[in-house]
């Protein structure tokens, strides 16, 4: 078993003698492993993914840890659900607004700048948050405060670490590259939500934004090392309005427009984390509530622990809209189970297939948008991916309320599964794209820009003549 490279290790060649040879393995020992377990490839190239994916995963776990502890704090405080509902209320619109001005900016700034100063300020809202813990009684408004500026904060830093990958490893490593921070979102989702449980219960809520302070200071310190990205256009000062360029563009390319709308069906429909409570005790499984949020997070641990063949995968499009279409029946079919293993299994393969489709859209927006429009595409990414989980929320809920639990489950997931459906039909661009043909289009592109630089280069040498039209046939 090799271990992963230190991403604070800078490389120096020359400082070690190298290790003998191995000895090859016999014919065909490791094969099968090798085309399982994820790509590693990003990790080794590149220097900078591997610190931007170490920070990143740093900060996901510190954050979790308050993610979990402020509705806990406002329980405690207050005792009103609706007070503990009202969070995600006043996190929705600021990560709506500046998710879009967070787009405009990572298409002007230097995108690794715009993701350090947010990380700053991010662990001072940390810092805050913990003083006010650390009260005779705290206060409940500076909770609702800090959730909401947090939101802004991670609506003006996504877009930018989002538009980052595509500068930091090869064209060809992209879907490898988001396999592998998929799969920090898995480990974070299975393993933090219980460590931090487990620690406040035990030291406190104090003691959880106390961890969040200090993976912060870690990803900060990451992140300093990482080098610039800056734009590749003029900078200028940002304006809300160049959001509607990447949106026109967007407009024009039906396969992207299918990727958000598979995105959308699958939160929207097959993502009923608001029946989980409920569903647990119509199993008569109250005690089973954490397995059931944790499901879909070990299915996408299990699919990221075994995306190795995901490589091998060109018609990218196909995949988005198949596994949109097993998350829905996925869920349509936890709705007709009446076993709490089998609704868990269910739910396990939703996240698996949640997470594949995850993988292949951002391979599609990685490999297809052009640099100067990545940002605006994570903007607007960033507002389907918050939008359709808080009408799925509500739609759930809403037709729960009237028709039971079960047929909540049942209806959202048939739906989602027959928008895949339609829109394979009404999208044919999204179901034959294929990677391939964005690879030659752009070797196309590369090598003409090449011959016109060239041809520029030695017209502008000195002594040479001007270039003189061809005699017409």
């Known amino acids: 078993m090799t271990s992963e490279p230190n991403p604070l290790a800078e490389p120096n060649p020359s400082s070690e003698t190298p290790p003998?040879?191995?000895?090859?393995?016999?014919?065909?020992?490791?094969r099968a492993r090798s085309r399982l377990l994820p790509n590693t490839a990003p990790w080794r190239s590149s220097r900078?993914?591997?610190?931007?994916?170490?920070?990143?995963?740093?900060t996901l776990l510190g954050s979790i840890f308050t993610m979990t502890?402020?509705?806990?704090?406002?329980?405690?405080?207050?005792?009103?659900?609706?007070a503990v509902g009202a969070v995600g209320a006043v996190e929705l619109v600021p990560t709506i607004l500046f998710g879009l001005y967070g787009g405009v900016l990572a298409d002007r700034a230097d995108r690794r700048t715009v993701a350090l100063a947010t990380e700053v300020a991010l662990a001072v809202l940390s810092a805050l948050l913990l003083a006010n813990a650390l009260l005779g009684t705290p206060a409940i408004w500076p909770l609702y405060v800090a959730a909401g500026?947090?939101?802004?904060?991670?609506?003006?830093?996504?877009p930018s670490v989002e538009a980052m990958v595509p500068r930091l490893v090869p064209q060809d490593q992209l879907v490898a590259a988001g396999a592998l921070l998929s799969l920090r979102w898995s480990i974070g989702g299975v393993v933090a939500p219980a460590a931090a449980g487990l620690l406040i219960a035990t030291a406190g809520v104090p003691a959880a934004y106390l961890v969040d302070l200090g993976t912060f200071l870690l990803s900060i310190a990451l992140l300093a090392r990482v080098r610039p990205v800056p734009s590749e256009r003029d900078a200028e000062a940002p304006q809300l309005t160049e959001f509607l360029a990447g949106a026109r563009y967007t407009a024009r390319r039906p396969d992207l427009v299918g990727t958000y709308l598979a995105d959308l069906a699958t939160t929207v429909f097959a993502l009923p984390t608001a029946l989980f409570p409920f569903l647990a005790a119509d199993l008569e499984a109250t005690w089973a509530l954490g397995l059931l949020y944790s499901a879909g997070a070990v299915g996408s641990l299990l699919a990221a622990a075994t995306s190795g063949w995901t490589d091998r995968v060109h018609r990218h499009g196909r995949l988005v809209l198949l596994s949109a279409a097993l998350v829905g029946a996925a869920t349509a079919a936890a709705a007709f189970t009446p076993g709490l293993w089998a609704v868990?299994?269910?739910?396990?393969?939703?996240?698996?297939?949640?997470?594949?489709?995850?993988?292949?859209?951002?391979?599609?927006?990685n490999q297809s948008i052009p640099d100067e429009l990545r940002g605006r595409a994570a903007?607007?990414?960033?507002?389907?991916?918050?939008?359709?989980?808080?009408?799925?929320d509500l739609r759930a809920g809403g037709l729960a309320a009237r028709q039971g639990i079960r047929a909540a489950l049942r209806t959202g997931g048939l739906l989602c599964l027959g928008s895949s459906a339609a829109l394979s039909a009404a999208i044919p661009a999204l179901w034959r794209y294929d990677q391939r043909e964005h690879d030659n289009q752009r070797e196309h592109d590369d090598q003409r820009e090449h011959d016109d630089r060239q041809a520029h280069d030695d017209q502008q040498a000195p002594g040479a003549e001007p270039a003189r039209a061809e005699p017409a046939p």
């Open 149 to 158: 500026v947090a939101a802004a904060l991670q609506g003006i830093q996504q």
């Open 344 to 365: 868990l299994l269910c739910l396990t393969v939703a996240g698996c297939a949640h997470w594949i489709g995850d993988t292949f859209r951002s391979a599609i927006w």
């Open 20 to 30: 003998p040879p191995a000895a090859d393995p016999p014919p065909g020992a490791n």
């Open 379 to 392: 903007g607007l990414e960033m507002l389907i991916g918050s939008a359709g989980p808080a009408l799925g």
């Open 48 to 58: 900078d993914f591997r610190l931007t994916w170490t920070s990143g995963t740093v």
């Open 69 to 82: 502890a402020v509705p806990l704090q406002i329980a405690d405080l207050t005792g009103s659900p609706l």
